[in-house]
């Protein structure tokens, strides 16, 4: 396990996501209306839907694709939807971010 | 002492027997329930649409976990019955429990008839009867392959229907000539065939399973006559036999069914039986109604009233496949001594026969239109004399006495003891009762108060318009359905708050009208942003993050991640240069897919998100802005050649098209808004089925509006005739203002204007000149803000997150 900064706060709208690309696929990384932060794989489990384009509403985030609401805490389907995303650790530290990555890598950008 | 009433089986016979009970006798007994299903009592009759995918398993449970705390009823979820001991009063279940009772209802329902052909064992064998097997039909769907459901009756129609809704491909199989020959004539079983059809499902009659073939599992099914049709999903909706094995094995009698009297009683008096287990009269049944029925006699039994007991009534049948009508009730058979009516209106699939016999109703079958399901069944019930009305009974109820045309009249002038909801044997006067001593106004109310259209719900448009007789202007069906989770209120009334409170931001929004959840969700946000921007063109700042990706990055997300853009063709007329900017385009970064759209333009697609900028940047220098192909908002104005150049052409309806689409580009509505004008009645650019269209004459311009050609087809209705173009323009621009201020949001306008009505419409457009007026000037206020092309301003670098990373991670050198 590595924290890898990739970026700071205020690069990331209120209540938006960005993404992170990684040898492991992209992440999706969230910010909330009470600035916290969220990260989650950003691939629906349903059809593949890219989840850091979904509109973000309280600690959770709507698919764009077909709807599906999946939590940031958890990474669990809301509702009658069944499924999951893996969750990745955050640390934020003055406004910097950092993930937790399984890997031996470098943070370009 | 309480006496110990134990159940087995959870279905919906008991589950209604044991409501009665509660409310008779809430105290007598110490309920237990045995359920074989593994889990709480759910609607049976609403698993084809949980198998369509229309429904979710939750919103078809009757009674929760939560039910049966509280009425301190336990139940075993799992556990199936193996013996019954009736000289210990005993019964015990497959997991070793044992229970005592004083009173008994055996509730095993049906099991579903397994045609025994070879191969009926084989994996991807299945039958149609519970959650398990909608479970097992959903999962072999994911395959999208071939499946074959053998029984063309309701069971098995509504499988296939809902397997095809699962994108498989499906064939039933009915061994006789025409479909649901038991509820149908032939006349109406081929117009179900047809019907079936269209939606791309095979029927095959006449067809007798030989063997279902497979190696290890399913791989085809053989008919009678040598021909294979392969598959790998075979179900099986031929029939249901009455479960009696734990009673037969206990000594206790039967035949079809278990054989009770008509206070449900089996031949242990301790023991009743009730539901589709059950044999009353000689019968058996399989529809909800009588089973209600039996559960509301057994329930009185068990209460202490011995003077209850069953009746036989015949009950209608309706078929639950979303876009078929179709209604059938009693006898229909020829015979010497009977009469018939029939009205066939093959344009508009309608088929109707009843079926007289000494001037009384015997049978009805209704397809295509079933609204007078309910009077027919009333005049059958009654044994109403028909010879008065003979010459326009089949026309219906409205046309009686002279009176007009208005299904509110035909509603009120049903009797109080006609059937509402056959499923649950609901009268008019007890929903009407219910809603007037229990201040009912909601339909949820009244469903969970009087049980009517709790089923299958097809009833539902009659039970509404029940409550709108009863309740008259305070009955608004609309002012109770929420915009969403959110928020108690409905659109209108927060569009309404938004205006009188002067509430200028999302978060405003939300804290005066007591949001009750910190930001909203996907649903009420971006309804509200709409609001907002509509209401406070020059006061609102846009919340791109309440908006839907699309209109966040203006352009459309494609099922991979990518985008298409799809840049403006005023008119839909374009040039070489426009041409070679976009094949340039095509060219410089590889977008796998050109498309020629229906609104007269191009499309490009599978652009990465990254890559958007730069598609912008080139495309702007030709020339090009946004189409908003991804907005609630301005479309396209599709236009045929007009005057210019085709010989029939009345007016420049290409210069018209373009006018308008110059004027009111980059306005937000409700839902799309795609608009055409046709040169001429030949409407080349299909203007009628617009949300507004313009059809050219020689004396003017007729303004149409409210057609539809996507999930629903609709015709335009007709505005008015105006004589000169800037007179067109005036009216389609302050219809479109009317309708931004007036829609909820994705609303199509043909909605809206069913909701406000095509002659108020008129009235305030075309008749009252100063309101539109008032209207045209909103408009053009809001454009002043609107008109800003979201493609240049981003190649300016507005949002420049949006199209890049945050970071990338790559692998560390070694």
Known sequence: MNWFHIGTLDEIPLRGARCVNTPQGKIGVFRTADDKVFAIEDHCPHRGGPLSQGIVHGAAVTCPLHNWVFSLETGKAQGADEGAVRTIAVRVEGGRISLALEMIAVAAE | ?814
């Not at chain 2, 598959?231 to 036999?241: E, F, Q, S, Y």
């Not at chain 2, 059937?419 to 969970?448: F, H, P, W, Y």
């Not at chain 2, 700042?541 to 799809?566: C, L, M, P, W």
């Not at chain 2, 454009?783 to 949002?799: H, M, T």
Request: some cysteine.
């Open chain 2, 1 to 814: 002492m309480t006496e110990r009433l134990v159940i087995i089986g959870n279905g919906m016979a008991p589950g209604r027997m044991l409501e009665h009970l509660l409310e008779a006798a809430p105290d007598r007994y110490q309920v237990t329930i045995f359920n074989a299903e593994p889990r709480v009592n759910y609607d049976r009759i609403m698993l084809s649409p949980v198998l369509s995918g229309e429904k979710a398993f939750e919103e078809i449970v009757i009674h929760g976990d939560g039910w049966y705390i509280k009425h301190g009823i336990t139940l075993y979820k799992g556990h199936k019955i193996v013996a019954i001991d009736r000289a210990a009063k005993t019964i015990t279940s497959d997991r070793g429990v044992t229970e005592p009772y004083d009173k008994l209802v055996i509730a095993t329902g049906s099991v579903p008839f397994i045609i025994p052909v070879p191969g009926k064992d084989l994996p991807g064998v299945l039958t149609y009867r519970d959650l398990d097997d909608v479970n097992a039909m959903l999962l072999a769907a994911q395959s999208r392959a071939k499946a074959v459901v053998i029984g063309g009756g309701l069971l098995g129609l509504e499988a296939a229907a809902g397997l095809k809704e699962q994108g498989m491909d499906v064939t039933v199989l009915h061994v006789m000539p025409t479909l649901m020959e038991r509820q149908l004539d032939p006349a109406a079983g081929y117009l179900l065939q047809r019907a079936v059809e269209a939606r791309g499902i095979k029927v095959m009659t006449k067809a007798n399973t030989k063997a279902i073939v497979g190696n290890g599992r399913v791989e085809g099914l053989e008919l009678a006559d040598g021909t294979i049709i392969p598959a790998t999903l075979v179900v099986m909706a031929v029939g249901i036999r009455p479960n009696t094995a734990i009673a037969k094995d206990a000594g206790i009698d039967t035949n079809r069914g278990i054989v009770v009297d008509h206070g449900m009683r089996t031949s242990d008096p301790d023991i009743l039986a009730l539901g589709e287990c059950a044999e009353v009269g000689g019968q058996v049944y399989g529809l909800v109604a009588p089973l209600y029925e039996m559960a509301r006699v057994a329930a009185s039994r068990l209460a202490g009233d011995e003077g209850a007991g069953f009746v036989h009534s015949d009950t209608p049948t309706k078929l639950k496949v979303t876009g078929i009508d179709l209604y059938s009730l009693g006898d229909f058979a020829d015979g010497e001594d009977r009469e018939e009516i029939v009205l066939r209106d093959a344009a508009a699939g309608i088929y109707k026969r009843l079926v007289l016999k000494d001037n009384r109703v015997i049978g009805t079958v209704l397809y295509g239109e079933t609204g007078d399901g309910a009077w027919f069944n009333d005049l059958k019930k009654k044994q109403t004399d028909i010879s008065e009305m003979r010459d326009t009974l089949i026309f219906g109820q409205a046309y009686q006495g002279g009176s007009p045309l208005d299904p509110m009249a035909a509603v009120a002038a049903l009797a109080d003891d006609a059937e509402i909801c056959g499923c649950n044997g609901v009268c008019k006067g007890k929903i009407t009762g219910a809603i007037t001593q229990k201040g009912l106004t909601s339909l949820d109310d009244v469903r969970a108060h009087t049980k009517a259209s709790a089923s299958c719900g097809s009833c539902t448009g009659l039970v509404e318009q029940l409550m709108s007789l009863t309740l008259g202007d305070s009955y608004n069906p609309t002012a109770v359905q929420p915009m969403c989770k959110c928020t108690d209120l409905g659109h209108d009334d927060v569009r309404r708050l938004i205006k009188a409170k002067g509430l200028k931001t999302i978060p405003e929004v939300m804290q005066e009208l007591q949001w009750k959840t910190s930001c909203g969700c996907a649903k009420c946000r971006p309804a509200l942003n709409y609001y907002l921007v509509c209401d406070w063109p020059d006061e609102y700042a846009d919340d791109y993050q309440s908006r839907f990706i699309n209109e966040r990055v203006h352009a459309n997300i494609q099922k991979d991640g990518t985008y298409s853009v799809v840049p403006r063709m005023w008119g839909g007329v374009t040039n070489a240069n426009e041409l070679r900017a976009i094949a340039d385009v095509v060219d410089k970064f590889e977008i796998p897919l050109v498309k020629v759209t229906g609104g007269q333009r191009i499309d490009m697609l599978g652009i990465r998100k990254e890559d958007l900028p730069a598609v912008w940047s080139d495309l702007g220098k030709a020339g090009f802005v946004s189409g908003h192909a991804y907005a609630k908002g301005l479309r396209t104005v599709k236009t045929c050649v007009g005057s210019d150049w085709c010989r029939f052409g009345t007016q420049d309806s290409t210069g018209l098209g373009i006018r308008i689409e110059k004027f009111m580009w980059g306005s937000w509505t409700p839902a799309k808004l795609k608009m055409a004008v046709s040169g001429c009645p030949r409407n080349c650019a299909e203007a009628t089925c617009k949300d507004v269209g313009v059809i050219c004459v020689d004396s003017g311009f007729e303004i149409h509006f409210a057609g539809a050609a996507g999930l629903d087809i609709k015709g335009t209705e007709v505005l008015g005739l105006v004589k000169r173009e800037d007179e067109a323009l005036e009216v389609i621009v302050a219809l479109t203002q009317m309708y931004r201020e007036q829609g909820r949001y994705l609303e199509r306008i043909y909605k809206w204007a069913k909701r406000v009505g095509v002659a108020e419409i008129r009235r305030q457009i075309l008749d009252d000149v100063p309101r539109r007026g008032e209207f045209y000037e909103r408009f053009v206020f809001s454009q002043k803000f609107a008109q800003v092309d979201p493609w240049s301003e981003r190649v300016s670098g507005k949002d420049k997150h949006e199209f890049r990373p945050l970071a990338t991670v790559t692998i560390a050198a070694e």
